[in-house]
């Protein structure tokens, strides 16, 4: 187990008040806890990528990101009256 490891760990161990966000309150603050959570993923795939070395593996958070970022415009065209 080395560094990298370790902070993905921790990294996605930020991901379960990012499900509270997503799960309860208003549209806006479910928004913020999709958005926060992509991050999260992307950044945590990331580090575990680095901390197994597998650099072929990088493909995925990057996949992720372009999708979280259209999933979002998705999301707001759904529930734009709503906000």
Known sequence: MNVWLIAGAAVSAGLFPCADMCLRGPVERRLVGMEMAAFLAIF?????TIGFDRPSFMDLPLALMI????????????IGKHL
């Open 44 to 48: 945590a795939m990331v580090l575990f």
């Open 67 to 78: 999708m979280s970022f259209g999933g979002t415009f998705v999301f707001v065209r759904f």
